[in-house]
């Protein structure tokens, strides 16, 4: 939690003495959180911790544990808001301890090449526009704490059962809400993530779904604290329709 607070005061100063081009302090206030909620989900939830948004990415630190200290220690909202549009186009690409780092803004929210044949998956037709308002959304709520949610150590049980069409779990629906596009490519699902394969290159077996999803492997976290084995199945039914295999 303290490194947060040496992070903020880097950037900060960076943001400061780069003349902040057009990722000014001023912005701050800028930034539709409404909006920035569902990409929040889709583009950073793979990775993070964040109870209002019922994320329960590991990778990267816990966003409601990182900004409870910087919400105690008096920083406002904008300040807050500042700090997470600075860290989304300056990240840590490659820590140096060799632990995987956060993707560039290129990555995460390529923009939308319109009327393209090789459209970016799941891009964005602004990407200050879709970063504005990932910030102003994290800021709003990181380290606030949530109705029926704690801040932290959130439990990945309460997550609301997602119910598809024919009564059964919807696939799609937990594809979405576990963040598997953070990190893998889905072109049907609009999903863009490089950290793993991309499942329409790799299209998986309905069994190693199952598999990784249960257990987890390396940099793919386990899901089954998150979800009951029937919804596991449904999300690996969807891939493997999905992937066309
Ligand atoms: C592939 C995983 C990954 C994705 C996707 C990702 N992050 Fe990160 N994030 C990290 C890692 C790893 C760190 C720690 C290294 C660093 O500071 O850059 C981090 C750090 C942060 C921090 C600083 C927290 C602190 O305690 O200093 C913020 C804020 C943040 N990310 C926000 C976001 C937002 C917003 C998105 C979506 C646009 C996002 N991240 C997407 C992995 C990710
Ligand atoms: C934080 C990133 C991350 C998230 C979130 C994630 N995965 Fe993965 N996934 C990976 C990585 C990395 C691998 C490669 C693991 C290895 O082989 O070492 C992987 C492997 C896989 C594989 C095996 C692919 C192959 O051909 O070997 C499948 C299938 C898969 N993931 C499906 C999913 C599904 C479905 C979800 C959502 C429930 C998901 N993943 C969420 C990172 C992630």
Redesign the pocket.
């Known amino acids: 939690m303290r490194?947060?607070v040496g992070?903020c005061a880097i950037l900060l100063a960076v943001l400061a003495a780069s003349g902040c081009g057009t990722v000014g302090l001023s912005e701050a206030g800028d930034g539709n959180a409404a909006s920035g909620k569902p990409?929040?989900t889709q583009?950073?939830g793979?990775?993070?911790v964040l109870a209002d948004a019922d994320t329960q990415?590991q990778?990267?630190?816990n966003?409601d544990d990182?900004f409870l200290q910087s919400r105690a220690d008096g920083l406002g909202e904008s300040t807050i808001q500042s700090?997470?549009r600075g860290?989304?186009e300056y990240?840590?690409?490659e820590?140096s301890t060799g632990?995987?780092?956060?993707?560039g803004p290129d990555t995460?929210?390529p923009e939308c090449t319109e009327g393209r044949e090789d459209e970016p998956r799941g891009c964005v037709a602004d990407q200050d526009e879709a970063?504005e308002d990932?910030?102003a959304y994290?800021a709003s709520v990181a380290g606030k704490p949530t109705a029926g949610a704690p801040a932290s150590g959130a439990d990945p049980g309460g997550s609301t059962p997602k119910v598809g069409a024919g009564g059964g779990p919807d696939g799609e629906a937990i594809f979405a809400d576990a963040g598997c596009g953070?990190?893998h490519v889905l072109e049907a699902a609009g999903a863009s993530?490089n950290?793993g394969p991309s499942l329409d290159e790799s299209k998986p077996s309905k069994e190693l779904v199952i598999e990784r999803v249960t257990k987890g492997l390396g940099a793919m976290p386990s899901f089954a604290d998150s979800y009951s084995p029937d919804e596991i199945a449904a999300v690996a039914d969807y891939v493997v329709s999905a992937t066309g295999r």
């Open positions: 490194g947060l992070a990409l929040f583009k950073c793979s990775c993070h990415g990778i990267g630190p966003l990182a700090v997470v860290q989304i990240p840590v690409q820590p632990s995987p780092g956060m993707p995460l929210l970063a990932i910030a994290v953070g990190c993530g950290v």
